[in-house]
């Protein structure tokens, strides 16, 4: 499984971007987040954690927001979410959520709070 992002939250949990999802580690154990639990796809390209631990999962199909370990709201751009893109620059822009990247890479997000 290929990883693209990383970002921790407040208990010191890990939360990947993957090819296959969201994986979290919780100390020595993974629990793995994937189409089946939600998310609008299954490559995950960039992963941010807000200061209530809420984890922002960003895919080529939508914003996965994740609390809990559990998948409780997706944008997509018929609920939301724009999109724009200039060259190799995609910029994803929510209410809550702005993320710059390179697909597939994430060069930079930031949570509004």
């Known amino acids: 499984m290929k990883s693209w992002s990383i970002d921790a ?7 990947f971007g993957t090819s296959g999802g969201v994986s979290i580690k919780r100390g020595n154990e993974f629990v793995n ?3 089946q639990d939600g998310l ?15 984890v ?12 809990n370990e559990k998948v409780v709201d997706v944008i997509t751009k018929e609920n939301g979410l724009s999109q724009m893109k200039f060259g190799d620059w995609v910029w994803i822009i929510t209410k809550h959520f702005i993320s710059a990247q390179v697909q597939p890479v994430s060069i930079f997000t930031i949570i509004i709070k």
């Open 33 to 35: 987040l994937s189409l």
């Open 40 to 54: 609008p796809a299954e490559k995950v390209y960039s992963v941010a954690v807000d200061k209530h631990d809420r």
């Open 9 to 15: 939250d407040s208990k010191g949990n890990l939360h």
């Open 56 to 67: 922002f999962a960003g895919t080529v199909k939508g914003l996965a927001i994740i609390e």
